[in-house]
């Protein structure tokens, strides 16, 4: 099995951020239904003012290779669309467990 952790740093205000972050949110919670390969998908807002990070999201998938299955998966894409033009910053990491 494979996690698959990307974090989102948005630009905009506070509630700006906060919108662009719940659509997300929710347009990836529905991909479980529609990607065979993601096995779960759970995504966070940033609570903490402190923290200059939005958004982030741990998916799990059978292998590696299946991460690029997700992620051109056409019900991804149109979810990552929702971030266009709202994107500051995007960390990621792969890992076996």
Request: proline content about 4%.
């Amino acid at each position: 099995m494979v996690k698959h952790i990307v974090t989102f740093k948005l630009t905009g205000s506070d509630a700006e951020r906060l919108e662009v972050a719940r659509a997300f949110r929710d347009a990836l919670l529905a991909l479980p239904e529609q990607i065979d390969v993601l096995q779960s998908m759970e995504v966070g807002i940033n609570e903490n003012p402190a923290e200059s990070w939005d958004v982030v999201l741990t998916a799990v998938v059978p292998s590696l290779s299946d991460v690029a299955v997700y992620a051109n998966h056409p019900a991804h894409v149109a979810a990552a669309a929702l971030l266009a033009g709202h994107k500051a910053d995007r960390a990621c990491v792969d890992y076996e467990f």
